[in-house]
Every structure is written in structure tokens, then in C-alpha cells.
């Protein structure tokens, strides 16, 4: 979605922000130090499941705003797949309208409470900010993103747009992560009655079952549900399209455009020997049983977990940060992350990787296991893992990991969680005929529009890219509701 | 919310319930299973659909009671209701006229047993049903099976109805006497790993429908993962169905016990909170 420069210009000339831009010059601005974000002591925090970082207060919001150089040509913007208008909703803070910087945030972004918070801002937004060139560190637009955000939830004061024209049009998601969150609050706001089916008992996706409590609280994302209920969507738990329900049963029914948005849910595992042992985990089930099924209240609540002491996490993602942080907060003495590459090429986020070393986690990077050695009853209980070399650079542009002979050794371990990536589902592709499959198991998409080859249906988030991230997932949702619209505008009537 | 229309008590520990789940009924085919929440704060767990009705809109639930989670569903009185119940799930059965089609089951494994078996009748087989449990008061559906069935035969362990033996026992003497083109089996693991290691001295191909630990049961955990051939399978979307002679019933069999000391704190916990 490119943005208007002339409408960002039209804001940026507004009286307001002329005067609060001379209010302070170039030079006081970027002479402030940015903002430290408070967090809760790392002894305390790995007792238990709550949020790491507990939020700016108002004056270090404003005092982080007042950073911000309200650039006339924002080249930030340029790094947020969403393109927000960056500045706008930052202006608005320093002025001390807090509820207006949460709806300017809106206009663009469904979900803002949620990327605040777990967008990869170092190589997105902030990547770009002017600062960067300063050798500056860049203004925290997450960070006052996740402010404004929880300003305007907390005060109970989140404004329902009203819907003019109501369509008697339905159409479908499939899946509820936040690419479909987003496609379905976009046309519900345009008056189409759309409803999202999700296979899972709870929604949004992996904001519910995968990112944990302590880094993205439950209440939020349960919040932004409210939010599109009250826009008028309808949703389905408990519906898995293709086993209970069919595309072609919902065309039937009279559903004129569907969106899928199911996601890359299937865990990899590395097929090494003895990796069915009892207590090892794919990441998805082990975050899954924490996270969607809460385990970790385990017997108030029903499903259990294995709670390692010594548990190993193989991979370098958010996925096996979040589940090695898990780890440690379900009682582990020794947690440790596995990786093949070094940690430069780690793909988690920086901020997780820092979060987890505070809390003791041990990172054992350039290793690989290639064996598990169980006990009698089938228990894992040893690890045996090589030693990895870097080599020339692969596909990626990340050093290529290669084995250096004779390096194996063991390692003692009673909980292991295989972290490293996930496929998508292949049940969707598989139930529909027509739709045109990648040999990875992705949905091919027209691009610009996210258009299939079945007219129809839509699709967008990690079922098109694989394993991506919730702002570009969001971004796709928000593509394919404009073209879906323009879709259903220009099919014949009653065709 | 799935509202418990019937209840009935088929054995001291297996509880018949019917649920009204309108649109698994209308899809759902033998071999399917559901995904089950009792409440809140409960487990996911799979229950084969023994039998659907699509007019009514329920589906059958056959649940023996071994530990919290099947408890609390078997608690339930009509007019109850489940939290979730999401399906249907797994492969439906490969149903075909084959000739002679031999229906083992052991324990509960009969209730998912009895919609394939009825099929595999349907579909035009002789069918011969050998039905196995530890003694008369646990044996179920025996009537339903006998209703289409060719012969049904009954082994006990104790002897207090039919034969007096293991199941295998009473499969042996079907193989011996006559040519069966396809037998499947449902029951313990153990059970299935001796049909398994029988019928293949008897060359006759054979599937099993396996029970494994299950959480969300649509491909997404690997929970339930199984070796079969010597590659890892999930039973949920590869399954339940699989070649019982190609199945790695020890390691199955293992993991089935992955939480049994967590089960016992949750069992003995819920057993507190009934007095
Ligand atoms: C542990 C973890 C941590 C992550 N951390 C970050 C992070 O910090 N920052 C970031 O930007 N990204 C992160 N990601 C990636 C990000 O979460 C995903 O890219 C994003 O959620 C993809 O969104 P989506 O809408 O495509 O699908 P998903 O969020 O995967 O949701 C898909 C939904 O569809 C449902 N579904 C699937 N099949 C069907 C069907 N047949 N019928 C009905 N429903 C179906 C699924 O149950 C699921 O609820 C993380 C991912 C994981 C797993
Ligand atoms: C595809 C499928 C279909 C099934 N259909 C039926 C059915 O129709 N009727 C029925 O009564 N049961 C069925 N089961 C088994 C049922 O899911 C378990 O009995 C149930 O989950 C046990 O939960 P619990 O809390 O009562 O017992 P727990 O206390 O959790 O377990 C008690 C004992 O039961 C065994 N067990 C635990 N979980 C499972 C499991 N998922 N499967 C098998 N054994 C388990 C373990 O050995 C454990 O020690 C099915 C399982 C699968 C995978
Ligand atoms: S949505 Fe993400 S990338 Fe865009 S401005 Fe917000 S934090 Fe940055
Ligand atoms: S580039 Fe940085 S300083 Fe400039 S508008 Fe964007 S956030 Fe503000
Ligand atoms: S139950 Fe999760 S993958 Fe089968």
C-alpha cells in the first residue's frame, strides 16, 4: 500500500505540527538520548509467564516523541510493510493526544497493539529511520507504536468506525492469524458480512497458540477480536475448511469471495535418529500446549507438559527463543540454544536474543545434533551433536554451515524442542482443485493483487510466503481485500 | 457449544454419547475421528465418531473412562454440553469389496471398529467380526455387530462369555479355516501388535487404527507422531490408518506413556474434587 506523499504532506503542514516542529530545534531533538524501554528484572520475570517489557510511561513517551525530527521526506516509512504514517501518529504523542495518535495508527494498521510489540523494528521501520545515518540510534516508533496503542485500550476508548453501506455480500476467511484478521476488518469496515472460520477452539492464529504470554499478552490480541466483533464479523471456531466445510460448500451457501489465510503450521522435524524419543517436542507443540492449551497451569488446567531441567532448543528463530524462554519459566536448570550457524545469522529478533541471555539461557551456536540416545522407557536423555564450521555464503547470503570431522560429543538433556521452521499446512491446497501450488507447498498468488488461479479466492500471510512475519501477513490481508473488492465490484450481478 | 442430546452406559467403564455436531455429521466417513474439549480448562482429546446421524445432526461417542479427560466427558448428562468439539478429522477408511474382511476388536477399539466393519459389510464383503475384551461386563457392542455381521466370535480373557482366551486366539482359527483377503484391527496397542505379528504369518494384509497422544489432531504439532516403514507419519492427517505390519507398536507404546506421571497427579486431583 504506497503512500499518498501529498497526504502525508497535507498532515505534515498542519498548523499543530508546524508549531510543534519550530518548538524545538534539529539539533536539541537529536541531542536526546532514546528511550530505554522498562522491563521486569530477569530473576523475576522467568518465575513466571508475564510481560518482559511493561510499557512506556506517558513522559517517556513524549520525551521519545520529541526525537522524532518529523522528516520531511520520512524515510521510515519506506521500512514498514504497512507504510503508517509514521511521524503522524508520533506528532500526535508529543503533542499529548494520545488517543489520536492510536486512531491515526489505525487508519493503517488493524492491529497495532500487536506490532508494536513483536515487529522485527531493527529491519523494518527503524532500520530506515534518518537516524540510522546520524549513527544514531533510531526513534522507537515500536515502542511508541505498542504506547499509543494500549493508551487508547486501557482508557476503554476505542472508537468503532459506523458502517455506511452495508453489503448483503458474504465472503469467507480461512484461518484467523492476523492476515485474515486484517482482510476481515478491512471489508467489514467496507460493509461486506464476512465471517472467518478457524480450526482452532481459540483465534488468531499464531498470536494465540505460538508467541507466549510474556511477550504478547492474551488479553490484547483477545481485545483486537472484540474490536472486529463490534465491526460487525462474525467468527467460527472449531471449523476446519476442507474437513467440516468445503470452498464448495461455502460457494453454495452463497459466499462470493474467500480469502485463505491458514498459514504455515506444519512443524519440520530434522529426521535424525532417535528424534521420536519421549520428551521431544516440535516447538509448535510445545508452545501449543504452554500457550493455547496452558499447560503451565497444569493441573488447575488439563494438559500436561513435560518440564525439563536440562532442555534443549534446536534453532535460531523467534520460534526457538520463544520456546527456550518457555523453558526456563516452566523450571528448567540448564537451557540451551542449538544452532548451526553462528549468531550473527540468528533470524530472531535481536531484542529476544539479548532477553534470553538474561535470563541464563546458554547459547551453543555453530552445533548441530545428529543423534538422540533415549533411555529404557524411551526417555531422551542424551544429545549427541557436531561441531559446524563456516563456509562461503549460500542462496541467502548467510555463511553456509559445514561439519567439522570429528567433533561429536554428548550432551546430557531430558527435554528437547525442534525449533527449526515450519511448512505450510498442506490440508487447504490439498481440498481445493484449481489452486496452483509451489513445490514448497505455498499458495501461488498474483502478487499486486494476491489473487489465485480460482478467481475467487484470495490468499495471503505464510500460506503464500512461508514462515514470514505478522506485518507482512497483515499487509498481505489488507492487499487482497482491495482487490477482492474490486473483484466483487466488477462481477456481474447475481454471477 | 455441542449439546449432549443422549446418554447410555454400554459397560461399567464405557459411556455411549450423543452429541449434536450437525455439520461433522454430514461429512463425516468411517475411520474419522473428532477433537474433543469437555470445558474451559480442559484437554483436546480424539474420539473416533462411532456412528453419525446426519437428519438429526449428532454424531455417537464411544469413551471408556481411563483418566481425567474421559471422566469429565462421561460425566456429562444430556442437556450438557462440550466446549468444542472440531472434526472430522484423520483419512476416512479405504472401503472396497476385497472377498473376506475380518474385523478385530479389543476393548474400546470396538466402537471405532463397528462404523468400518459395517462398510466393509455394506461394500458387499463377508464380514467376520472376532471381538475381544478382558470380561463379559466390558464387552461392547456386541449386539449392534452381530446385527450385520456374517459370525461373530467372542474371546474373553477370563472365559466368562464366548471363548476363553486373547483375542488372537479367536483370529488364528478364522486364518486357519479360510482365505481372509483384508483384517483390520482396533484395541490396545498391544493387541494391535499381535494381530499384527499374526496375520502376517498368515500373509494377510492388515491396517490398524492407532491411538496415539494428540493435540490439535490437523498436522500441526507432530504430537502424535509415529513411526511406520521406518519414516515418521502423524497419525492425525496420515492416519489413523496405517499398515499394521509396518508400525513401530514399542515405540508407539512408549509414548503413549510419555505423561503417565502427570496423568495420575490430574487423575487422583479430579478424583478429589468429585468428593
Ligand atoms: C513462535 C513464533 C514466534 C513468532 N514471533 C514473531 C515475531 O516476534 N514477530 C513477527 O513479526 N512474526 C513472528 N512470527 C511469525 C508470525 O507469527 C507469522 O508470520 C504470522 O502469524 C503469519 O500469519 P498468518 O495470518 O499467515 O497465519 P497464522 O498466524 O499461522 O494463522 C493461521 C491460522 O489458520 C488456521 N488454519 C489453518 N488451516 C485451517 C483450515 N483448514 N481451516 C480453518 N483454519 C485453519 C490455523 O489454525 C491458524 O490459527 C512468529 C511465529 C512463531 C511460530
Ligand atoms: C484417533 C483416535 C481415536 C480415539 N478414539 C477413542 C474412542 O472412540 N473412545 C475412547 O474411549 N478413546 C479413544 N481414543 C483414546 C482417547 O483419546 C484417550 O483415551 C483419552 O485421550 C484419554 O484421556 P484421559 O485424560 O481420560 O486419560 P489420561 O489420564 O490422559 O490417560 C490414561 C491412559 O490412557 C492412555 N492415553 C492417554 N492419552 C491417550 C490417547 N490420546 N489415546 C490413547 N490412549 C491414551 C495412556 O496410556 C494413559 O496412561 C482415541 C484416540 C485416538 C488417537
Ligand atoms: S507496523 Fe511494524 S514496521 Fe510498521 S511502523 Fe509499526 S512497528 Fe514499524
Ligand atoms: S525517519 Fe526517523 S526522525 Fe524521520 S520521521 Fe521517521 S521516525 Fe521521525
Ligand atoms: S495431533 Fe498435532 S500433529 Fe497430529
Same mark, same amino acid.
Given at each position: 500500500?504506497?503512500?499518498?506523499?501529498?497526504?502525508?504532506?497535507?498532515?505534515?503542514?498542519?498548523?499543530?505540527?508546524?508549531?510543534?516542529?519550530?518548538?524545538?530545534?534539529?539539533?536539541?531533538?537529536?541531542?536526546?538520548?532514546?528511550?530505554?524501554?522498562?522491563?521486569?528484572?530477569?530473576?523475576?520475570?522467568?518465575?513466571?509467564?508475564?510481560?518482559?517489557?511493561?510499557?512506556?510511561?506517558?513522559?517517556?513517551?513524549?520525551?521519545?516523541?520529541?526525537?522524532?525530527?518529523?522528516?520531511?521526506?520520512?524515510?521510515?516509512?519506506?521500512?514498514?510493510?504497512?507504510? !503508517?504514517? !509514521?511521524?503522524?501518529?508520533?506528532?500526535?504523542?508529543?503533542?499529548?493526544?494520545?488517543?489520536?495518535?492510536?486512531?491515526?495508527?489505525?487508519?493503517?494498521?488493524?492491529?497495532?497493539?500487536?506490532?508494536?510489540?513483536?515487529?522485527?523494528? &531493527?529491519?523494518?521501520?527503524?532500520?530506515?529511520?534518518?537516524?540510522?545515518?546520524?549513527?544514531?540510534?533510531?526513534?522507537?516508533?515500536?515502542?511508541?507504536?505498542?504506547?499509543?496503542?494500549?493508551?487508547?485500550?486501557?482508557?476503554?476508548?476505542?472508537?468503532?468506525?459506523?458502517?455506511?453501506?452495508?453489503?448483503? @455480500?458474504? @465472503?469467507?476467511?480461512?484461518?484467523?492469524?492476523?492476515?485474515?484478521?486484517?482482510?476481515?476488518?478491512?471489508?467489514?469496515?467496507?460493509?461486506?458480512?464476512?465471517?472467518?472460520?478457524?480450526?482452532?477452539?481459540?483465534?488468531?492464529?499464531?498470536?494465540?497458540?505460538?508467541?507466549?504470554?510474556?511477550?504478547?499478552?492474551?488479553?490484547?490480541?483477545?481485545?483486537?477480536?472484540?474490536?472486529? &466483533?463490534?465491526?460487525?464479523?462474525?467468527?467460527?471456531?472449531?471449523?476446519?475448511?476442507?474437513?467440516?466445510?468445503?470452498?464448495?460448500?461455502?460457494?453454495?451457501?452463497?459466499?462470493?469471495?474467500?480469502?485463505?489465510?491458514?498459514?504455515?503450521?506444519?512443524?519440520?522435524?530434522?529426521?535424525?535418529?532417535?528424534?521420536?524419543?519421549?520428551? !521431544?517436542?516440535?516447538?509448535?507443540?510445545?508452545?501449543?500446549?504452554?500457550?493455547?492449551?496452558?499447560?503451565?497451569?497444569?493441573?488447575?488446567?488439563?494438559?500436561?507438559?513435560?518440564?525439563?531441567?536440562?532442555?534443549? @532448543?534446536?534453532?535460531?528463530?523467534?520460534?526457538?527463543?520463544?520456546?527456550?524462554?518457555?523453558?526456563?519459566?516452566?523450571?528448567?536448570?540448564?537451557?540451551?540454544?542449538?544452532?548451526?550457524?553462528?549468531?550473527?545469522?540468528?533470524?530472531?529478533?535481536?531484542?529476544?536474543?539479548?532477553?534470553?541471555?538474561?535470563?541464563?539461557? &546458554?547459547?551453543?551456536?555453530?552445533?548441530?545434533?545428529?543423534?538422540?540416545?533415549?533411555?529404557?522407557?524411551?526417555?531422551?536423555?542424551?544429545?549427541?551433536?557436531?561441531?559446524?564450521?563456516?563456509?562461503?555464503?549460500?542462496?541467502?547470503?548467510?555463511?553456509?554451515?559445514?561439519?567439522?570431522?570429528?567433533?561429536?560429543?554428548?550432551?546430557?538433556?531430558?527435554?528437547?524442542?525442534?525449533?527449526?521452521?515450519?511448512?505450510?499446512?498442506?490440508?487447504?491446497?490439498?481440498?481445493?482443485?484449481?489452486?496452483?501450488?509451489?513445490?514448497?507447498?505455498?499458495?501461488?498468488?498474483?502478487?499486486?493483487?494476491?489473487?489465485?488461479?480460482?478467481?475467487?479466492?484470495?490468499?495471503?500471510?505464510?500460506?503464500?510466503?512461508?514462515?514470514?512475519?505478522?506485518?507482512?501477513?497483515?499487509?498481505?490481508?489488507?492487499?487482497?481485500?482491495?482487490?477482492?473488492?474490486?473483484?466483487?465490484?466488477?462481477?456481474?450481478?447475481?454471477? | 457449544?455441542?449439546?449432549?442430546?443422549?446418554?447410555?452406559?454400554?459397560?461399567?467403564?464405557?459411556?455411549?454419547?450423543?452429541?449434536?455436531?450437525?455439520?461433522?455429521? +454430514?461429512?463425516?466417513?468411517?475411520?474419522?475421528?473428532?477433537?474433543?474439549?469437555?470445558?474451559?480448562?480442559?484437554?483436546?482429546?480424539?474420539?473416533?465418531?462411532?456412528?453419525?446421524? $446426519?437428519? $438429526?445432526?449428532?454424531?455417537?461417542?464411544?469413551?471408556? +473412562?481411563?483418566?481425567?479427560?474421559?471422566?469429565?466427558?462421561?460425566?456429562?448428562?444430556?442437556?450438557?454440553?462440550?466446549?468444542?468439539?472440531?472434526?472430522?478429522?484423520? +483419512?476416512?477408511?479405504?472401503?472396497?469389496?476385497?472377498?473376506?474382511?475380518?474385523?478385530?476388536?479389543?476393548?474400546?477399539?470396538?466402537?471405532?471398529?463397528?462404523?468400518?466393519? +459395517?462398510?466393509?459389510?455394506?461394500?458387499?464383503? $463377508?464380514?467376520?467380526?472376532?471381538?475381544?475384551? $478382558?470380561?463379559?461386563?466390558?464387552?461392547?457392542?456386541?449386539?449392534?455387530?452381530?446385527?450385520?455381521?456374517?459370525?461373530?466370535?467372542?474371546?474373553?480373557?477370563?472365559?466368562?462369555?464366548?471363548?476363553?482366551?486373547?483375542?488372537?486366539?479367536?483370529?488364528?482359527?478364522?486364518?486357519?479355516?479360510?482365505?481372509?483377503?483384508?483384517?483390520?484391527?482396533?484395541?490396545?496397542?498391544?493387541?494391535?501388535?499381535?494381530?499384527?505379528?499374526?496375520?502376517?504369518?498368515?500373509?494377510?494384509?492388515?491396517?490398524?487404527?492407532?491411538?496415539?497422544?494428540?493435540?490439535?489432531?490437523?498436522?500441526?504439532?507432530?504430537?502424535?507422531?509415529?513411526?511406520?516403514?521406518?519414516?515418521?507419519?502423524?497419525?492425525?492427517?496420515?492416519?489413523?490408518?496405517?499398515?499394521?505390519?509396518?508400525?513401530?507398536?514399542?515405540?508407539?507404546?512408549?509414548?503413549?506413556?510419555?505423561?503417565?506421571?502427570?496423568?495420575?497427579?490430574?487423575?487422583?486431583?479430579?478424583?478429589?474434587?468429585?468428593?
Amino acid at each position: 500500500m504506497p503512500v499518498d506523499p501529498q497526504d502525508l504532506h497535507a498532515d505534515r503542514g498542519q498548523e499543530w505540527r508546524n508549531e510543534l516542529r519550530a518548538s524545538l530545534s534539529a539539533k536539541e531533538r537529536s541531542a536526546l538520548p532514546r528511550v530505554r524501554m522498562p522491563e521486569l528484572d530477569a530473576r523475576e520475570r522467568s518465575a513466571g509467564f508475564r510481560e518482559v517489557n511493561t510499557g512506556l510511561s506517558e513522559e517517556m513517551a513524549v520525551r521519545e516523541a520529541k526525537r522524532c525530527l518529523d522528516c520531511a521526506a520520512p524515510t521510515c516509512i519506506s521500512g514498514c510493510p504497512v507504510n !503508517i504514517n !509514521i511521524p503522524g501518529f508520533i506528532k500526535l504523542i508529543e503533542k499529548g493526544d494520545f488517543l489520536a495518535a492510536a486512531r491515526k495508527l489505525k487508519e493503517t494498521n488493524a492491529l497495532p497493539a500487536v506490532c508494536g510489540r513483536v515487529c522485527p523494528q &531493527e529491519v523494518q521501520c527503524e532500520a530506515n529511520c534518518v537516524y540510522q545515518k546520524m549513527k544514531k540510534p533510531p526513534v522507537a516508533i515500536g515502542y511508541l507504536e505498542r504506547f499509543a496503542s494500549d493508551c487508547e485500550r486501557l482508557a476503554g476508548d476505542v472508537v468503532v468506525p459506523a458502517i455506511e453501506n452495508r453489503s448483503p @455480500v458474504r @465472503v469467507a476467511a480461512v484461518g484467523s492469524g492476523p492476515a485474515s484478521l486484517t482482510f476481515a476488518g478491512q471489508m467489514a469496515k467496507w460493509g461486506y458480512r464476512v465471517t472467518v472460520f478457524e480450526a482452532l477452539h481459540e483465534l488468531a492464529g499464531v498470536l494465540s497458540y505460538g508467541i507466549p504470554e510474556f511477550r504478547l499478552p492474551k488479553s490484547i490480541v483477545r481485545s483486537e477480536i472484540a474490536y472486529l &466483533e463490534a465491526l460487525g464479523v462474525t467468527f467460527e471456531r472449531n471449523v476446519i475448511v476442507g474437513k467440516t466445510i468445503t470452498i464448495e460448500d461455502m460457494r453454495e451457501q452463497g459466499y462470493q469471495g474467500f480469502f485463505i489465510g491458514s498459514g504455515a503450521g506444519l512443524p519440520k522435524f530434522m529426521h535424525v535418529p532417535g528424534e521420536n524419543a519421549i520428551g !521431544i517436542y516440535s516447538s509448535n507443540e510445545y508452545l501449543t500446549r504452554v500457550n493455547l492449551m496452558k499447560a503451565y497451569q497444569f493441573p488447575s488446567y488439563d494438559t500436561p507438559i513435560v518440564r525439563g531441567k536440562r532442555v534443549a @532448543v534446536i534453532g535460531g528463530g523467534n520460534t526457538a527463543m520463544d520456546s527456550v524462554r518457555t523453558a526456563v519459566r516452566l523450571g528448567a536448570e540448564k537451557a540451551m540454544i542449538v544452532y548451526r550457524r553462528s549468531e550473527q545469522e540468528m533470524p530472531a529478533r535481536i531484542e529476544e536474543v539479548h532477553h534470553a541471555k538474561e535470563e541464563g539461557v &546458554e547459547f551453543l551456536t555453530l552445533t548441530n545434533p545428529i543423534e538422540y540416545i533415549a533411555d529404557n522407557e524411551g526417555r531422551v536423555q542424551q544429545m549427541k551433536v557436531q561441531k559446524m564450521g563456516l563456509g562461503a555464503a549460500d542462496d541467502s547470503g548467510r555463511r553456509r554451515p559445514v561439519v567439522i570431522a570429528g567433533s561429536d560429543y554428548l550432551i546430557d538433556v531430558d527435554t528437547v524442542v525442534v525449533g527449526v521452521g515450519t511448512d505450510p499446512n498442506p490440508l487447504i491446497p490439498r481440498s481445493i482443485r484449481g489452486l496452483e501450488v509451489s513445490k514448497w507447498g505455498t499458495i501461488v498468488v498474483d502478487e499486486a493483487t494476491m489473487q489465485t488461479a480460482v478467481p475467487d479466492i484470495f490468499a495471503g500471510g505464510d500460506i503464500v510466503r512461508g514462515g514470514a512475519t505478522v506485518i507482512l501477513a497483515m499487509g498481505d490481508g489488507k492487499k487482497a481485500a482491495a482487490a477482492m473488492r474490486d473483484y466483487l465490484l466488477k462481477k456481474p450481478a447475481g454471477g | 457449544m455441542n449439546k449432549v442430546v443422549e446418554k447410555e452406559l454400554l459397560s461399567e467403564n464405557v459411556v455411549k454419547l450423543v452429541v449434536e455436531a450437525q455439520a461433522i455429521a +454430514r461429512k463425516q466417513c468411517p475411520g474419522q475421528f473428532v477433537i474433543v474439549r469437555t470445558d474451559e480448562k480442559g484437554e483436546r482429546i480424539p474420539l473416533t465418531i462411532a456412528d453419525a446421524d $446426519r437428519e $438429526r445432526g449428532t454424531i455417537t461417542l464411544i469413551i471408556q +473412562r481411563v483418566g481425567t479427560s474421559s471422566c469429565k466427558i462421561t460425566g456429562l448428562n444430556p442437556g450438557d454440553a462440550l466446549a468444542d468439539v472440531s472434526g472430522p478429522l484423520g +483419512r476416512p477408511t479405504h472401503v472396497e469389496k476385497l472377498g473376506t474382511v475380518l474385523a478385530c476388536g479389543g476393548g474400546v477399539g470396538i466402537a471405532p471398529l463397528y462404523p468400518i466393519a +459395517r462398510a466393509f459389510k455394506q461394500a458387499g464383503n $463377508r464380514l467376520i467380526a472376532v471381538l475381544g475384551a $478382558r470380561n463379559r461386563e466390558l464387552l461392547i457392542l456386541e449386539k449392534e455387530m452381530a446385527a450385520f455381521a456374517d459370525e461373530t466370535i467372542i474371546m474373553t480373557d477370563d472365559g466368562s462369555y464366548g471363548r476363553k482366551g486373547v483375542i488372537t486366539v479367536g483370529i488364528e482359527d478364522v486364518l486357519k479355516r479360510e482365505p481372509v483377503h483384508l483384517a483390520v484391527a482396533i484395541g490396545p496397542a498391544v493387541m494391535m501388535k499381535f494381530t499384527a505379528l499374526l496375520t502376517k504369518r498368515y500373509e494377510v494384509p492388515t491396517i490398524a487404527s492407532l491411538n496415539t497422544i494428540m493435540v490439535d489432531g490437523t498436522g500441526m504439532c507432530g504430537a502424535c507422531r509415529v513411526s511406520v516403514g521406518g519414516k515418521t507419519k502423524f497419525v492425525c492427517v496420515d492416519g489413523p490408518e496405517f499398515d499394521a505390519h509396518q508400525i513401530d507398536y514399542d515405540e508407539m507404546i512408549q509414548r503413549l506413556n510419555t505423561y503417565k506421571a502427570e496423568e495420575k497427579l490430574s487423575f487422583d486431583g479430579y478424583l478429589k474434587s468429585l468428593s
